[in-house]
T-cell receptor
Framework: NAGVMQNPRHLVRRRGQEARLRCSPM?????VYWYRQLPEEGLKFMVY????????ESGMPKERFSAEFPKEGPSILRIQQVVRGDSAAYFC????????????FGPGTRLTVT | EDKVVQSPLSLVVHEGDTVTLNCSYE??????LLWYKQEKKAPTFLFML????IEKKSGRLSSILDKKELSSILNITATQTGDSAIYLC????????FGAGTRLTVKP
């Protein structure tokens, strides 16, 4: 059973471009969470999704950031018009139904904005 | 504002020592507290604690939650160099709040 998969592992974007980060949860997991880890800081919750639903997006910046988890395919975190401050490691985690707290993390995508 | 505070921020010990890592939380709508070990990659799940006073163990690691004190500890006995990592705790419900982590270094 493959773990949580994220791609790309490294992403370089210039200021003003769009960044798309993908997350495929573990098989059987229907819940996806996105976190951001800034340099020298802890993980910060961004958004919690189930298939086709955003359950909690209280940690998402109000502008430029969006997330989706379609019926088919991976969850996508989209950052429009990236700025230098968006440079961070973005982790996705998934959990199975009924065990929402057992979150298993993917390897992360390191976004660098130049 | 919800917050999770870990202490110490960093800790250096020698192999064989026992360490205790602390986590305190102020989280609305608390459901569980999680401990993770983060090396150079993504955090790996260690423990989930929901009930106060019940110790969870996995090998040399153990953890317990105190809901009255809004805190948890993670103990590691007979430490090894492979235990060197950042240990993260998180508390909350769906929107887990993470602490800054404790950086543990175990010297041979």
């Amino acid at each position: 059973n493959a773990g949580v998969m994220q791609n790309p592992r490294h992403l370089v974007r210039r200021r003003g471009q769009e960044a798309r980060l993908r997350c495929s949860p573990m098989k059987g997991h229907s819940h996806v969470y996105w976190y951001r880890q800034l340099p020298e800081e802890g993980l910060k919750f961004m958004v919690y999704l189930q298939k086709e639903n955003i359950i909690d997006e209280s940690g998402m910046p109000k502008e430029r950031f969006s997330a989706e988890f379609p019926k088919e395919g991976p969850s996508i975190l989209r950052i429009q018009q990236v700025v230098r401050g968006d440079s961070a490691a973005y982790f996705c985690a998934s959990s199975p139904p009924g065990l929402l707290d057992e979150q298993y993390f993917g390897p992360g995508t390191r976004l660098t904005v130049t | 504002e919800d917050k999770v505070v870990q202490s110490p921020l960093s800790l250096v010990v020698h192999e064989g020592d026992t360490v205790t890592l602390n986590c305190s939380y102020e989280v609305t709508n608390f459901r569980s507290l999680l401990w993770y070990k983060q090396e150079k990659k993504a955090p790996t799940f260690l423990f989930m604690l929901t009930s106060s006073g019940i110790e969870k163990k996995s090998g040399r690691l153990s953890s317990i939650l105190d809901k009255k004190e809004l805190s948890s500890i993670l103990n590691i006995t007979a430490t090894q160099t492979g235990d060197s990592a950042i240990y993260l705790c998180a508390g909350g419900n769906n929107d887990m709040r993470f602490g800054a982590g404790t950086r543990l270094t175990v010297k041979p």
